[in-house]
């Protein structure tokens, strides 16, 4: 079983920055990816950015140049620090873990962009 735990998330200002991280924890035979994304209310889920077990990135068109994701191996975590934060990205943010069979989803952690 693999658990996937958020922290970081909560209330910022517009133009101010927050750090999400994720630990993965539970028997993990192999990692493809991991990522995150995010769902506002009313909206589907998209694509935040995900990061391979290589490092190779990819990133939504609306966080690009202002997200950056990283992983730690050897920890099984995944970090997000996000910049210059703007109200429309205020929602739910997912972390997830592609596994050799399946996605792992972990309960949501939320951002509040607002003044």
């Known amino acids: 079983q693999v658990q996937l735990v958020e922290s970081g998330g909560g209330l910022v200002q517009p133009g101010g920055s927050l750090r999400l991280s994720c630990a993965a924890r539970?028997?993990?035979?192999?990692?493809?990816?991991m990522g995150w994304y995010r769902q506002a209310p009313g909206k589907q889920r998209e694509l935040v950015a995900t990061?391979?077990?290589?490092?190779?990135?990819n990133y939504g068109d609306s966080v690009k140049g202002r997200f950056t994701i990283s992983r730690d191996n050897a920890k099984t975590m995944v970090y997000m620090q996000m910049n210059s934060l703007k109200p429309e990205d205020t929602a739910v943010y997912y972390c997830?873990?592609?596994?050799?069979?399946?996605?792992?989803w972990g309960q949501g952690t939320q951002v509040t962009v607002s003044s």
């Open positions: 990061i391979t077990s290589n490092g190779s990135t």
């Open positions: 539970g028997s993990i035979s192999s990692i493809r990816a």
């Open positions: 997830t873990l592609g596994g050799s069979d399946r996605t792992y």
